[in-house]
T-cell receptor, first 110, second 111 residues
Framework: EAQVTQNPRYLITVTGKKLTVTCSQNMNHEYMSWYRQDPGLGLRQIYYSMNVEVTDKGDVPEGYKVSRKEKRNFPLILESPSPNQTSLYFC?????????FGPGTRLTVT | GQQLNQSPQSMFIQEGEDVSMNCTSSSIFNTWLWYKQDPGEGPVLLIALYKAGELTSNGRLTAQFGITRKDSFLNISASIPSDVGIYFCAGPSVGYSTLTFGKGTMLLVSP
């Protein structure tokens, strides 16, 4: 079954404490992306990766890092989280004709 | 970056009614996508449109790719309570490396 998994699904943390949200896909897709979803703003792309070791900024990359050491994994790293990064985060994996989203990670930064 | 304007922002309808929502852009897209997001879930692709003027159906859903390539419409016929959710239009870059989303239309269906 085609699947994008994210962990954790829910996270409450404090300002400045580094965290990583993992994303994994089992479809051998080259393209993977991270989005954040905020009320009234829809889904906005944070970073994307077109292949292993190839990443690029999306629309809202400030405060985030990513890495793509393996095709299946695309972790999102917040080195020093701040309250304005409280949001719902989605990882996505895509081929040239389809895209799948993960179930989401709800992050709260206090 | 590119922006997609989606309307209406929300709709509250009775079960059995038909629904229509649309999405417009200032730039041309070669593909239009329509997603639905259920509460607590990630978006799921409903319909993909690849050619200007194309009309595509998926069950009770019908979507059209505008001939100017700057707009798209999604219609839902005979709505049911499980149609509740947020509907997004999206326009991908070539190869889907980036995806621009509209802000969504929230649909509520009263039994």
């Amino acid at each position: 079954e085609a699947q994008v998994t994210q962990n954790p699904r829910y996270l409450i943390t404090v300002t400045g404490k580094k965290l990583t949200v993992t994303c994994s896909q089992n479809m051998n897709h080259e393209y993977m992306s991270w989005y954040r979803q905020d009320p009234g703003l829809g889904l906005r792309q944070i970073y994307y990766s077109m292949n292993v070791e190839v990443t690029d900024k999306g629309d809202v990359p400030e405060g985030y890092k990513v890495s793509r050491k393996e095709k299946r994994n695309f972790p999102l790293i917040l080195e020093s989280p701040s309250p304005n990064q409280t949001s719902l985060y989605f990882c996505a994996s895509s081929s040239p004709t389809e895209q799948y989203f993960g179930p989401g990670t709800r992050l709260t930064v206090t | 970056g590119q922006q997609l304007n989606q309307s209406p922002q929300s709709m509250f309808i009775q079960e059995g009614e038909d629904v229509s929502m649309n999405c417009t852009s200032s730039s041309i897209f070669n593909t239009w996508l329509w997603y639905k997001q259920d509460p607590g879930e990630g978006p799921v692709l409903l319909i993909a449109l690849y050619k200007a003027g194309e009309l595509t159906s998926n069950g009770r859903l019908t979507a059209q790719f505008g001939i100017t390539r700057k707009d798209s419409f999604l219609n839902i016929s005979a709505s049911i309570p499980s149609d509740v959710g947020i509907y997004f239009c999206a326009g991908p870059s070539v190869g889907y490396s980036t995806l621009t989303f509209g802000k969504g239309t929230m649909l509520l269906v009263s039994p």
